[in-house]
């Protein structure tokens, strides 16, 4: 009787027998466990990575935005405000302005926001505070404006000039005090679409005096929660259509409103269902590296089982039963495969973490994903190695022995 022991053994001892040849037919298992590995774990640190950068936006947040000037007001911002589960909103407003420090000029993205926009836009100082509603010709600026755009490094308590043009053509300058300078880049899912460190903050009251204008480009918004946020985001479209006189039956016709909405849970939504996409492609053509893989394997062991076709018929000779043959080269089949699932496991792990490394993702290695690499090695093992064992189990052994 064969045992599994022995089975291994014999197998060990004839892959031993043949390293280079064994190294290049477990090649392919190699490279492919270790391509499904690293593209998962890719996956999984790029939709972390995401995840981390919307959630810099604000917390559970809600954008409303016109699309049309002169919708909204303040009556539309107390209807937001009011709307239950909101925790936090800020209107806004936005605009390009030259920017003067010292003797540079530099065009500018300048957001005007209220107190409130500190918290439901997660805005963390590095020095300085925000502006509050009190202030008039107060500025909190962006990490790179402070420290990259002009010839010279803005600290807090400076003088910045803004020159903004009206609608009419007129131009109005002021002289703003730094008050603040943001401490890192926000993400730019959901904002303008400019570098998120390059924006000025400064009061929506004083940006709407300076621009002659009394109305607000949008509204940022916070959910009390996640599981909420959609809920709430109904909620709050149903009251400013309501509102702006949009019928209830356009509720679900964005081309019928005249403002947009957008939410955190959508934008991760997408988020996930890019990464998704994005994997699955990624894993199906690494999983060629399989199929390439287990030819290999199959091919070796018709060679083995060719060159092994000798001690086949003495083994069958000897009253080896046909499933004592069938198991020891099916065993050294799933071992090859076994070889090369561990050493793609250890390939797929490093290279996972040495991209994540130098693109700065957080490194998430899921850890089912070892059991996977360790099954999907052995089936393949498995099934590359039916035909060649099988071939072995059914030869004669009078035919075998003859074989030179």
Known sequence: MLSLKHSFRMAIASIGSSKLRSALTTLGIVIGVAAVIANVSLGASFSQYFTEEIGSVGNNFIIIQGKTANLFHDSEMEIVKNTPGIIGVSPLSQEVAQVRYISTVRQIEVQGVSEDYEQVANIRMESGTFIDDKDKYMAVIGHDVAYEKFDRKISDKNTIELTFTRSDGEQV???????????????????????????????????????????????????????????????????????????????????????????????????????????????????????????????????????????IGIMKSLGYKNYEVLSLFMVESMVVGLLGGVLGIILGVAGAYLVDTAMNLPYVFPVDMILTGMLVSLVVGLLAGIYPANKAARMNPVDALRHE
């Not at 703003?176 to 926000?186: L, Q």
């Not at 903050?201 to 300076?210: R, V």
């Not at 709430?232 to 403002?259: H, I």
């Open 173 to 311: 300058t002021r002289q703003f005090k730094v008050k603040g300078i943001v401490a890192s880049p926000e993400t730019t899912f959901v904002q303008s679409g400019i570098e998120p460190d390059t924006r000025i903050f400064i009061p929506i009251a004083t940006m709407n005096e300076i621009m002659g204008e009394d109305y607000y480009w949008g509204f940022f918004a916070a959910a009390a929660s996640m599981d909420s946020i959609n809920h709430v985001t109904d909620e709050v479209d149903k009251r400013l259509a309501r509102n702006l006189g949009v019928p209830f039956r356009d509720l679900d016709n964005e081309d019928a409103k005249p403002y947009l909405l957008l939410n955190q849970a959508e934008i991760l939504e997408d988020v996930d269902q890019l990464s998704d996409a994005l994997g699955s492609l990624l894993t199906s053509v690494a999983l060629i590296s399989l199929i390439v893989g287990s030819i290999g394997i199959m091919n070796i062991m018709l060679v083995t089982v060719t060159e092994r076709t000798g001690e």
